[in-house]
Structure formats: C-alpha cells, structure tokens
C-alpha cells in the first residue's frame, strides 16, 4: 500500500456520461474532480456505434468519438482524467476513503459514484463477435431498434424488461420473434398479455439461442433449439437483442451504501445523495428504469450541484 495519502476534494468514479457531465460541472465549481475512468473508459456507450438519439448531434455520434470528446470539454475546464480503478473503499469516517488499484489511498470530501451497470449477455461466442463488430447485436431496444427498422430481429428474455423491449421493437420492425428459455414467463402478467396480443410477435416458449448467424461482419440469422423436442432451427434476423438484465457495479460499495435487492444504490428521491452523507451516485448505477445516455448525463449534472451545495453546507 502506498504510504502517501492524496487529499481530494472532488473524486468521480467512473467516465461514462454521467461521470464526464459530473466533471463538467464540478470543473466549473472550482471543485477541482478528479475523475478515473475504471476498467471500461467510457463506459457501455464504447460498444454503441451508432448514436442518434442524444440531443445535439444532428448527423448522430458514435458511441466512443462521444465519449472522447466529453472527455476533453471535461479536461478544458480542468479536470484531472486518471486511468485505474477503485478496488476498495471507506466510508465508515466523515472523510471518505478510497483505493486506487490496491495501492493509491485517496482522502476525498466528496464522492461521485458513476460506475454503470453492465448488460448480462448470453456469452456465445458468435453473439460476443457481432457485438464487437456493431453488426446486430444489441442490450438495448429504445438505443438502436431505430436501426433495424422494418426488418425481423429476434430478442431473447423472459422479464418484464424483456417484454417491454419486444413491444417497443414490435412498432419498427415487421417481425419480432421472442426467444424465451423456460416454460414460463418472469414478467408480470399485464407484460406478457401485451406481447402475447401484439400481431407480429412470435413468441417461442422453451428455445434455447444456439448461435448468432452472419457473414462474419451483419447478423443475418439466429439460431434456435426447441428444448422439448431437440429441433435445432434457423430464424432470419438482422438484429439479436438481448435482454436477460443488468448487472450494477456496485459491489465494491455494498457494505457501506443501500443497495436494492439487484444490486442498484438507492438514492433520496429528486437527488443523487446515498445514505452516507458527502456521497453521491449519477447514472446507471442507480437508475434501472430508463438506462439511456442522457438521463445518466442529467443525474451526473445533479451529482455535481448536490457535491457543490455539500461542500458549501461545511465551509
């Protein structure tokens, strides 16, 4: 462990677009943040290649030209951008301590947690590839169904999160075709009434997804297996969506903040503030509802007012 201790005012935890805008902002409040960016710079966005529904891009933005140049509007004001992560964390003092790599101890005022959440994936190796190469896997309908309009795309899910993504997929595309891995679905029984009565839904009840099919760079099948008779099947599909849930990043910070049951830091309603005084969460990992890139930009612009009037509450 190191034996210097750094004392900061502002700590940011994670650069997705909640972090950037909370280091926007903190900049600007001469909070001097220091942001580190964590195991994934940039954040879930640096899998999106395309970025067409956060205001201000007209022409649209890919995911990870977006995130770099929020990181630079959030350096021109000032903000110290590190690479590392936290590996451990103590909140139990009025001074807020934090590991970096198991080695840097930090001494914050303040803490801003914007660490994500991560999309659960299947974990194929066909489906792994074609969510690096953009071409037609996707965890998120509202992001990129846009893109597969009037087409046929299969999603796999049996949640109410699942449900809710097919219906959304039902109004672009002219044919959804809903995997769904056990007998029985997990949704509520209004979620799966809606899907169950939308036309160009199919819904196919104990399937299990064999492979993601393509030509190596588009998705253009998926193949099936019914588990109560062995039949092994291909459907046509340019898009794979999955929706089998989010993880939180979270654990790191579970014996000292509220978590729901999944994992999820629970917030004082209308603000970014945690249980623990002096200690703030934007993005993600409290928000399971919308998962979108702006509403995490907004909790991290509140994350950083909430900061500001904290320190200005103990000056």
């Known amino acids: ?17 909640a972090g950037y805008t909370a280091a926007i902002y903190a900049a600007r409040a001469n909070m001097n943040p220091v942001l580190y960016q964590g195991s994934q710079p940039g954040g ?9 529904n956060f205001p201000g891009y007209v022409d649209g933005v890919t995911g990870p030209e977006m995130m770099i140049q929020l990181q630079k509007q959030a350096q021109r004001f000032g903000t110290d951008v590190r ?12 001074t807020h301590k934090v590991w970096i790599n198991d080695t840097q101890e930090l001494h914050c005022e303040t803490v801003i947690i914007s660490t994500g959440a991560s999309a659960k994936y299947l974990g194929l190796p066909s489906e792994q590839h074609y969510l690096q190469t953009g071409g037609g896997v996707s965890a998120c309908a509202v992001c990129d169904g846009f893109f597969y309009k009037n087409q046929e795309v299969v999603i ?18 002219t044919k959804v075709t809903m ?15 809606r899907v169950r009565r939308t ?32 039949d092994v099947f291909e459907i046509p ?36 503030k945690t249980n623990i005084p002096g200690v703030f969460v934007a ?29 200005a509450s103990r000056e």
């Open 44 to 52: 879930q966005l640096t899998t999106t290649n395309e970025v067409e």
């Open 156 to 173: 796999v899910g049996a949640g109410d999160s699942a449900c809710e993504e097919a219906h959304y997929l039902s109004k672009l595309c």
């Open 283 to 311: 993005g993600d990992a409290a928000d399971h509802v919308y998962r979108q890139a702006i509403t995490a930009a907004g909790t991290g612009c509140m994350a950083a007012l909430d900061a500001e009037r904290y320190l």
């Open 237 to 272: 599909a340019t898009g794979f969506f999955v929706a089998i849930g989010h993880k939180p990043n979270t654990d790191i910070f579970k014996d000292y903040l509220n978590l729901n049951e999944t994992g999820y830091i629970i917030n004082i309603p209308g603000t970014s």
């Open 1 to 17: 462990m190191s034996k210097t201790v750094e004392n900061i005012k502002c700590l940011i935890i994670g650069s997705g677009p």
């Open 199 to 230: 036309d160009n839904i199919t819904i196919l009840m104990n399937h299990d997804t064999v492979e993601v099919i393509g030509d190596g760079q588009v998705v253009t099948a998926v193949k099936a297996k019914n588990k109560t008779t062995g």
């Open 179 to 193: 995997l769904v891995r056990s007998e029985f679905f997990r949704a509520s029984k209004i979620m799966e009434d």
């Open 83 to 94: 690479d590392g992560w936290v590996t451990k964390v103590d909140f139990s003092g009025s």
